[in-house]
């Protein structure tokens, strides 16, 4: 199964890697879960940025094993 991983940062402050469970409702902006679904059915695409505000976030596939990854949603 694919997965991906988001990163996330709000104004200049510093990346950081959100987890599955603990970070989930910030991937609940519709324009993430756009991004999202884009890449779910694009296999050719491995990563979308996306700016909400002055919130920036980098939605990429996990080629490997990775620390906190999510599950892309059923189709």
């Known amino acids: 199964m694919r997965r991906f991983t988001v990163y996330y ?3 200049r402050n ?3 890697q959100l987890q599955s469970g603990v970070h ?6 519709p324009e ?6 884009y ?13 909400v505000g002055d919130e920036l976030f980098n ?8 620390c906190y990854e999510f599950a892309f949603p059923e189709g």
């Not at 890449?39 to 996306?50: S, T």
Request: hydrophobic share 45%; with cysteine.
């Open 9 to 11: 940062r709000r104004g």
């Open 14 to 16: 510093r990346w950081r």
């Open 24 to 29: 989930g409702g910030l991937c609940n902006e």
């Open 32 to 37: 993430v879960q756009e991004a999202i679904h």
């Open 39 to 51: 890449m779910r059915d694009n296999l050719a695409v491995e990563g979308v940025a996306v700016r």
């Open 59 to 66: 939605v990429m596939a996990v080629a490997g094993d990775c």
